[in-house]
């Protein structure tokens, strides 16, 4: 199992919130089998998201969907994200 860590800020957390929900359906047709949000106790709108996948090979090619970087402008993203990959150990 691989795990997809993206860490951004967002200018507002609401909005963001709405986006990122209503993108359920593109995430489980691109190999998502589980997610979360977490915020930042300093700062909400610091937003940390995992995804989980069965493969790295699958991650990457979420990670790079055209639609993904779309609805994270749509979000209010703020500046480039940090991604990183993970395998359970």
């Keep these: 199992m691989t795990t997809l860590f993206v860490r951004h800020e967002v200018s507002d957390y609401a909005v963001w919130r709405?986006?990122?929900d209503a993108f359920s359906p593109v995430q489980k047709a691109?190999?998502?089998t589980a997610q979360a949000v977490y915020r930042s106790i300093d700062n909400p709108n610091d937003i940390t998201v995992t995804h989980e996948f069965a493969t790295l090979e699958a991650a990457q090619a979420f990670s790079k969907l055209d639609e993904l970087k779309?609805?994270?402008?749509?979000g209010g993203v703020l500046g480039a994200p940090t991604v990183w990959f993970t395998n359970k150990a």
């Design 18 to 20: 709405k986006i990122y």
């Design 30 to 32: 691109n190999g998502v």
């Design 70 to 74: 779309t609805a994270m402008r749509t």
